[in-house]
């Protein structure tokens, strides 16, 4: 059984912080000028460089992965090493406009020959794991005869999930952890091989085992509210809600879906008998998750509720018409120790309110290899 408060293991560190480094080298920055180039010893400025020529009206773009990105992360920082050149300088010279994912984050303006890192953060729920976009924008609104600059390389810290990529997993940790452990997964077997750089010799591991990590979130929204349920596992969509109680059953062991079914629980109490026989026959410890769609309060029953009880709901028997009722819950716990939320409509029905949901729980479930 997990434990009913949802908490992973009090002595591992769930993330660690991680910076991306990202750099190209596609062009040779000579100098800023004829002599420069001449000249056989490097000079200022010189160097292998991602995007040369960055004039007034230009775009940069550049596609990026954050691997392992935490969700409950705060804030991405960004660093961009840029460096100007003009032939008739002004203050400023140069503006770098910063945009991530279509979002304008950062104006940056700076003169002539500078070579800078300008900085910036970018909120956490505005990235993803894949599939990011940042581009690099020149504005022309300075003064500068001629203003150019170029983009030499990209860094982004985040705070990464202990996951492995590709069968590894490298990462430092620069402070003394408040933790003695760490739970890393995603490896595709249990051969591993720790190595410590710094010492230069292989540890290991604590403990091996099968696990599975998933984050669900599941919302729910009356007829007036919204009028859907929606179901996601770690990021993508499990199931799509119709009018009723919609149930998504998984396995504890592997997070493979049971089943994902519709109980039409306004048009017959039938449904309200099916849904209870269905709950009833899951093994015991499965991950239940339930939520109401338009109105689902009609036809349940004291079947019905005893089920749902038996999840772990404390509130189903206060659902009431065309409220809004998700659960994130497990055969066999006991009422009140799940996630759950109920919102009544009417406390909620009105200009601007939003729907009733539970967002972004994690659930960590742990099982030893035999």
């Not at 560190?13 to 056989?40: M, Q, R, V, W």
């Not at 203003?147 to 590894?168: H, M, P, T």
């Not at 089920?307 to 006991?334: F, N, P, V």
């Amino acid at each position: 059984m997990v434990d009913p408060s949802y908490k992973t293991d009090a002595d591992t560190e769930p993330s660690f912080f991680y910076t991306l480094h990202l750099e190209e080298d596609k062009a040779y920055h000579n100098g800023d000028n004829d002599s420069d180039i001449h000249e056989t010893e490097k000079v200022s400025g010189e160097d292998w460089v991602w995007f040369l020529h960055m004039y007034p009206g230009s775009t940069a773009r550049i596609t990026f992965d954050l691997p392992g990105l935490a969700s409950d992360s705060d804030s991405v920082r960004f660093r961009i090493r840029v460096r100007g050149t003009t032939y008739d300088p002004k203050t400023p010279d140069h503006h770098a406009r910063f945009v991530v994912n279509n979002e304008t984050l950062y104006d940056f303006y700076f003169d002539d020959r500078e070579d800078k890192i300008p900085a910036f953060s970018a909120p956490a729920d505005l990235l993803k794991k894949s599939g990011n976009k940042l581009e690099i924008l020149s504005i022309d609104d300075t003064e500068a005869t001629l203003s150019q600059f170029y983009i030499d390389w990209v860094e982004c810290d985040y705070q990464r999930l202990f996951q492995a990529q590709n069968g590894q997993l490298d990462f430092e940790i620069d402070e003394p952890p408040s933790v003695t452990a760490f739970l890393v997964n995603d490896f595709d077997s249990d051969s591993l091989f720790i190595l410590d750089k710094n010492e230069e010799r292989l540890v290991q591991p604590e403990k091996k085992g099968k696990i599975w990590k998933a984050e669900f979130d599941v919302q729910s929204a009356g007829y007036l509210d919204g009028n859907y349920a929606y179901f996601y596992m770690n990021g993508g969509l499990l199931s799509l809600g119709k009018r009723g109680v919609n149930v998504v059953a998984l396995d504890s062991d592997s997070g493979t879906v049971i089943f994902a079914r519709n109980f039409d629980t306004y048009l017959a109490s039938e449904n309200a008998d099916t849904l209870a026989l269905m709950i009833s026959q899951l093994p015991e410890n499965s991950i239940v998750l339930a939520a109401v769609r338009d109105e689902g309060s009609r036809m349940l029953n004291d079947s019905a509720f005893v089920a749902l009880e038996q999840i772990g709901s404390s509130k189903i028997r206060e659902l009431g018409s065309r409220d809004s009722w998700a659960i994130i819950g497990q055969k066999g716990a006991l009422p009140g120790t799940v996630p759950e939320m109920l919102q009544n409509i009417r406390e909620w029905y009105g200009p601007g309110n939003k729907i009733s949901s539970i967002s972004k729980w994690r659930l960590f479930l742990w099982s030893c290899f035999c």
